[in-house]
């Protein structure tokens, strides 16, 4: 390999506040280009150049744009982060002959439907699910699966639409909810079965990033999920441990393995769900790309492993280093308004409150917005965000507890709400009511 150090095309740079950490670590080590569809902004002091296309989600014309800047200066590698964004990402892999170059493995992960379908012939451990249209489909499906049942769009990330549902009756009021939930990105997913009827199973939800070399799947960081607001499946929290005994129990590590055996996937970096059920691990879904909601950054709080290197290393195809250097416990709690149609005037932590072993406490939400809890927030709903490092879960906890009580909203009086009829809170400044943990 030439000194110089290697050439890595990034698609889309993602939401700063939750992905600025990966491509600042990736431009110590790496000469990154990043196609965009604006001219970039935070980005620009961890990058070496930029191409500003009309979509980052057409892959063909990414592809053919890939394949004029490669003649001037090939890459060694393409990476991309963004779930809308994984399927096109590949084809422009595949025009450049590198790793993770297969559009229909991609797109055997995003469609949930393809997912099942491959794992069911595989025999991996899943929920029933069956795809649906209509209602009265998707009646007759949870009929077969049986109640509670859980209805899942079947091509939407982050618990987006998801929602469990305990008779016919509740199928009836929340069907529209499933099917109609939209994602920013205009992917289109077999619009004749769009929505999943699936048996729901209980337990403890995990997810596990995992890095992949020609086949190989070694899981690195395991993520205890915290979710809230049901009977909708907000992901409020997560906690990471180093030492976690899922990581190294063979009965665990062979069921990740055979997942992605069974769906192709051979080389990159995955971001995959389960529940622990009674009768052990039952696949939720796989994503091909970094876990969301900051979980690689409580990974790297945890282990010292850097998952942005390690991410751009597997596109290259590097040798991959995956030694932990520190074990710890890592933990989020993310934070929402008590109401729909909230105005914010203001948003802050307190300084004089906050725990001083806190690692981070982020505000989200801008002065003016309106935000709303679950479920007409969902994932947008969130207005903070703080991260802790403890040596277990429970003082992680303890710790997050105290940081979120310090977060102080002020809201407007109605009249200056922007004209909007929201439901103001009064002119006061107060702890946000919400416990979420």
């Given at each position: 390999?030439?000194?110089?150090r290697?050439?890595?095309?990034?698609?889309?740079?993602?939401?700063?506040?939750?992905?600025?950490?990966?491509l600042?670590?990736?431009?110590?080590?790496?000469?990154?280009?990043?196609f965009?569809?604006?001219?970039?902004t935070?980005?620009?002091?961890?990058?070496?150049g930029?191409t500003?296309?009309?979509?980052?989600?057409?892959?063909?014309?990414?592809a053919?744009?890939?394949?004029?800047?490669?003649?001037?200066g090939?890459?060694?590698?393409?990476?991309?982060?963004d779930?809308?964004?994984i399927?096109?990402t590949?084809?422009?892999?595949?025009?450049?002959?590198l790793?993770?170059?297969?559009?229909?493995?991609i797109?055997?992960?995003?469609?949930?439907?393809q997912?099942?379908?491959?794992l069911?012939?595989?025999?991996?451990?899943?929920?029933?699910?069956?795809?649906?249209?209509?209602?009265?489909?998707?009646?007759?499906?949870?009929?077969?699966v049986?109640?509670?049942?859980?209805?899942?769009p079947?091509?939407?990330?982050?618990?987006?639409?998801?929602?469990?549902?305990?008779?016919?009756?509740?199928?009836?009021?929340?069907?529209a909810?499933?099917?109609?939930?939209?994602?920013?990105?205009?992917v289109?997913?077999?619009s004749?079965?769009?929505?999943l009827?699936?048996?729901?199973?209980?337990?403890?939800?995990?997810?596990?990033?995992?890095?992949?070399?020609?086949?190989?799947?070694?899981?690195?960081?395991?993520?205890?999920?915290?979710?809230?607001?049901?009977?909708?499946?907000?992901?409020?929290?997560?906690?990471?441990?180093a030492?976690?005994p899922?990581?190294t129990?063979?009965?665990?590590?062979?069921i990740?393995?055979?997942?992605?055996?069974?769906?192709?996937f051979?080389?990159?970096?995955?971001h995959?769900e389960y529940?622990?059920t009674?009768?052990?691990p039952?696949l939720?879904?796989?994503?091909?790309?970094l876990?969301?909601?900051?979980?690689?950054?409580?990974?790297?709080?945890a282990?010292?492993?850097?998952p942005?290197?390690?991410?751009?290393?597997?596109?290259?195809?590097?040798?991959?280093?995956?030694?932990?250097?520190?074990?710890?416990?890592?933990g989020?709690?993310?934070?929402?308004?008590?109401?729909?149609?909230?105005?914010?005037?203001?948003i802050?932590?307190?300084?004089a409150t906050?725990?001083s072993n806190l690692?981070?406490?982020?505000?989200?939400?801008?002065?003016?917005?309106?935000m709303?809890?679950?479920?007409?927030?969902?994932?947008?709903g969130r207005?903070?965000?703080?991260?802790?490092?403890?040596?277990?879960?429970?003082?992680?906890?303890?710790?997050?507890?105290?940081?979120?009580?310090?977060?102080?909203?002020t809201?407007?009086?109605?009249?200056?709400?922007?004209?909007r009829p929201?439901i103001?809170?009064?002119?006061?400044?107060?702890?946000?009511?919400r416990?979420?943990?």
């Amino acid at each position: 390999m030439s000194s110089e150090r290697p050439r890595l095309l990034l698609i889309a740079s993602g939401w700063q506040v939750f992905r600025e950490y990966l491509l600042r670590s990736i431009g110590t080590r790496f000469r990154v280009h990043l196609f965009h569809t604006a001219e970039p902004t935070w980005e620009r002091e961890y990058i070496t150049g930029w191409t500003v296309l009309p979509s980052t989600i057409d892959g063909p014309a990414m592809a053919r744009e890939a394949l004029r800047l490669n003649d001037a200066g090939p890459f060694d590698g393409v990476l991309c982060w963004d779930e809308g964004r994984i399927h096109a990402t590949a084809h422009v892999a595949e025009a450049l002959g590198l790793r993770c170059g297969d559009p229909a493995m991609i797109w055997r992960l995003r469609d949930k439907a393809q997912t099942r379908a491959a794992l069911a012939e595989a025999g991996v451990p899943q929920p029933r699910s069956v795809k649906v249209g209509t209602l009265a489909q998707a009646l007759a499906a949870a009929e077969e699966v049986g109640y509670p049942a859980i209805l899942k769009p079947r091509g939407l990330g982050a618990s987006l639409g998801v929602v469990r549902v305990d008779d016919p009756e509740r199928l009836r009021e929340m069907f529209a909810f499933t099917r109609d939930t939209k994602a920013p990105d205009p992917v289109v997913y077999a619009s004749d079965h769009p929505v999943l009827v699936e048996q729901c199973v209980t337990g403890e939800e995990v997810s596990v990033d995992s890095v992949v070399a020609d086949g190989k799947v070694t899981p690195l960081f395991l993520a205890r999920k915290v979710v809230g607001f049901p009977p909708y499946a907000e992901e409020i929290g997560h906690y990471v441990d180093a030492d976690d005994p899922l990581l190294t129990d063979t009965a665990f590590t062979s069921i990740l393995q055979a997942t992605h055996t069974a769906l192709g996937f051979r080389d990159g970096w995955t971001h995959t769900e389960y529940m622990l059920t009674g009768t052990g691990p039952k696949l939720i879904e796989v994503n091909g790309r970094l876990g969301g909601d900051l979980i690689p950054y409580l990974g790297e709080l945890a282990t010292g492993i850097d998952p942005g290197l390690l991410a751009a290393a597997a596109a290259c195809g590097h040798e991959l280093d995956i030694r932990p250097t520190r074990r710890r416990v890592a933990g989020i709690r993310f934070c929402y308004v008590d109401r729909d149609d909230t105005t914010i005037a203001a948003i802050r932590f307190d300084p004089a409150t906050l725990p001083s072993n806190l690692d981070q406490a982020v505000t989200i939400a801008q002065p003016g917005a309106v935000m709303s809890p679950p479920p007409k927030g969902t994932v947008w709903g969130r207005v903070a965000y703080v991260t802790a490092v403890a040596d277990s879960i429970a003082e992680c906890a303890r710790t997050l507890d105290a940081a979120q009580a310090s977060l102080r909203i002020t809201t407007p009086p109605l009249e200056e709400s922007l004209g909007r009829p929201v439901i103001a809170l009064g002119d006061e400044e107060r702890p946000l009511g919400r416990n979420v943990g």
